[in-house]
């Protein structure tokens, strides 16, 4: 049993005890002051008490442990025939310090997508959470990424430690050292820039921007223009962390696939709502608007608490068919 897995289950305890206590001081003041029956008081409100930290339980010790491979199939028109039926893999938002103490899980999640026989794996964000020491015991699994076409990545918000109590000239490091890691990981990073993939005579261009997003809370420092050039008239498909990008610049140009992530569906699900829909139009799965596509990964890392309820850690396989 890990480290991380010990404390989690110290502090649940920890929890029931305090609240099992609460329950037991409010119960008492009931049955002095209303006459309430303090057992039956007490007994139901136990249970109320432990269903939200079942929940958390679960989502701690099981649920964020629980990969799912979703594969989806996309079908357009202009797809060169020499990608017909081609594989991508993407992963999203590995937010490193939810790995650290749990590299067998980030190992068993890379054989899972090395299964799969991927033509290109890409990264769609969020590699840390806070700074890029978080990845000091964590290149190993992530070394060992495979697929034809090489791994591909973008920046993500927590990328460039925003987070982070760091001045700007260390986040500035941070960043620097981030990109060095991607490179010693042998993934090609696409800071607003492409990459042409050929199949023959047939060529589908892979863009990444920096983060890009409308809201005033997230950095937005791509150049889908720039990153751009020298596509035109090609099959693209555009990596980007923050769904938000795609309504706000991506629609009504030439890109038939955007790739993002970003949301984590909040690392919530219930009958198939997550809270990440009241902020996030796009926030989970496919969407399509006339003859272009966004998939939006649900991550496999987490943020703010360590722990997946109804929303299991995301690994995508999505095939192009003509």
Sequence with gaps: MGTETTITIMMILFCCLIMAALDAAVCGLLNLFAGVQFKKAFLWGLISLAVPILFIAYGSLIGRNLFEVKKVDITFENLPAGFDGYRIVQISDIHASSFVEREDQLAKAVGMINSLEPDLIVFTGDLITLSPDELNTLTGPLSELKAKDGVMSVLGNHDYSMYSNASPQQKEEHLKALIA???????????????????????????????????????????????????????????????????????????????????????????????????YQQNRGLYTKGKQHLYVNIGLGETLFPARIGARPEITLITLNK
């Design 181 to 279: 890691k991607e490179k010693e990981l042998g993934w090609d990073l696409l800071l607003n820039e492409n990459r042409i993939i050929r199949r023959g005579c047939d060529s589908i261009a892979v863009i990444g921007v920096e983060n890009t997003s409308p809201s005033r809370h997230f950095p937005s420092k791509g150049n889908l223009a720039k990153a751009s050039e020298g596509t035109d008239g090609t099959f693209r498909i555009l990596l980007s962390h923050d769904p938000m990008h795609w309504d706000a610049e991506v629609v009504g140009k030439d890109y038939p696939l955007t790739l993002s992530g970003h949301t984590h569906a909040m690392q919530f699900s219930i009958f198939g709502w997550n809270p990440s829909s009241i902020i």
